[in-house]
């Protein structure tokens, strides 16, 4: 499998529509442009922060899975806490 697109994404907003479009750098790698009337602008906005976040997500998960083979308490706290941290940026809610 070809390896994806490497972070940070950003959703932002272009030509008007509402964070629809999610870029890495100067390449977009993304276009939610949906049929008109099918998802509201809060879908679109949600579903652009969701796309953004996938790189930080895969490597939340990663490390969060390389943290409970450690079977150190620590390390695992820290883990558990940065993927809580990336799942509400991709959640809009940090």
Not at 24 to 29: E, H, K, P, T
Not at 47 to 67: D, G, H
Request: aromatic share 4%.
């Amino acid at each position: 499998m070809a390896g994806h697109t490497p972070g940070p994404w950003e959703a932002v907003e272009n030509g008007g529509r509402l964070a629809t479009d999610v870029f890495a750098g100067d390449l977009q790698i993304a276009d939610c442009d949906w049929p008109q009337g099918e998802l509201d602008g809060v879908t679109l906005e949600s579903n652009a922060r969701l796309i953004a976040a996938a790189p930080s997500l895969l490597a939340a998960l990663k490390a969060l899975l390389a943290a409970h083979a450690t079977n150190n308490p620590f390390v695992i706290m820290h883990a558990n806490a940065e993927a809580n941290a990336v799942v509400a940026r991709a959640e809009g809610t940090s």
